[in-house]
């Protein structure tokens, strides 16, 4: 009778495939990467991305789309390139020029990873707060893709020369 309370249960979905070539990309930025639960993050106080795990994700576009956009966030980390935009509490200024680098730096690295990711449900909620520091400053995109573009040049500078040209 144990065996009915101690089965494992079915897979929801089937297992998503892995791209070698963007792993490659990943591992080689030293940046941690834990997987379990149900949000994706950076967090700069343990210098480690969450994940959730990749099954749960629609497909693997997506899932390599928020790592490539969680990984640029972690570039800001000290020991990176150390990127501050003065945020003090979630949804002001500082926070919404971060989401708004972290989310071209993902678009930059799926273009180079040959990536094309669906939008995600969050970038709805995004948007009100990148239009605010937009219009409050005309030059924030620029800004905003510069950082984004140097964190996807810092994270491919990462990787060996073999593995960027076996990646490629």
């Known amino acids: ?5 101690y089965a494992k249960p079915a897979r929801l979905t089937p297992t998503i495939q892995r791209i070698g070539r963007v792993e490659s990309l ?24 969450q994940m959730p795990p990749i099954e749960s994700f629609r497909d693997p576009e997506s899932y390599y789309a928020t790592l490539a956009h969680e990984t640029t966030h972690a570039t800001k980390h000290p020991t990176r390139l150390d990127r501050d935009f003065g945020r003090k509490r979630w949804g002001d200024e500082g926070y919404a020029m971060e989401e708004l680098v972290a989310e ?4 930059f690295l799926s273009a180079d990873l040959e990536l094309t990711p669906e939008p995600r449900a969050e970038h709805a909620s995004y948007i009100e707060s990148w239009l605010n520091v937009l219009k409050a400053d005309s030059r924030a995109i620029l800004t905003a893709a510069s950082h984004a573009q140097r ?6 500078g990462l990787q060996t020369p073999a593995e960027a040209e076996a990646a490629a």
């Open 26 to 49: 990943f591992s080689a930025t030293g940046v941690v990467v834990r997987h379990g639960g149900n949000r994706a993050y950076y967090s700069v106080s343990t210098d480690h991305v």
């Open 104 to 107: 071209l730096g993902a678009a």
């Open 1 to 5: 009778m144990s065996h009915l309370y």
């Open 151 to 156: 964190a996807a040049d810092f994270l491919h």
